[in-house]
């Protein structure tokens, strides 16, 4: 499936997506937490991490919308490298993570680990289509990373939003 280049923008970013859906949108994006809960990392947690089995991370999935739902994020965070007024922010979980990067002023880099177009039947019902931009991030802070991203956005809808903002 060829991107448009909207979705491009979107599959390749290394600065805020958060930014970048309310400069299409013209609205404030925000962010509903579906769960939330701080778990110990097993193998595959602590590999995406780079820490150990067992260290406690916060896992969160969200909705971010502007009126509508504009994508599903999967995020971790490892609790031990995040400083208190960061991991209060994140715990309070309906704040997107750009905005509390900005808010503490934390020097970070994104790093696109990969994207794809994938059909995922089980979102239908929640998004109405079956086709997703799914694309997966680290965001580092310090040299370690701060969090592994994982989100999931409409090709459709967001299709439809940027030809008729764009």
Known sequence: MELNPFLKILATTDGS??????????????????????VKA???????????VGDFVNW????????EI??????YFPIKSV????REDLMRADVPIGKIIRKHNLEVRRDVNWFE??????????????YFLVRNYNIFHAGKILF???????????????????
């Open 17 to 38: 997506v958060t930014t970048i859906l309310e400069a299409l949108t013209g609205k404030e994006v925000k962010v509903r937490t579906l769960a939330q809960k701080v």
């Open 42 to 52: 097993d193998e595959r947690v602590a590999e995406l991490l780079e820490i150990d």
């Open 60 to 67: 969160r999935v969200v909705e971010i919308l502007a009126d």
């Open 70 to 75: 504009l994508a599903l994020a999967v995020s």
């Open 83 to 86: 400083f208190n007024g960061v």
């Open 117 to 130: 177009v994938r059909r995922i039947r089980g979102l239908k019902e929640k998004f109405g289509e079956e």
């Open 148 to 166: 592994n991203i994982t989100e999931y956005f409409p090709v459709e809808r967001l299709t439809r939003m940027f030809l008729k903002h764009g």
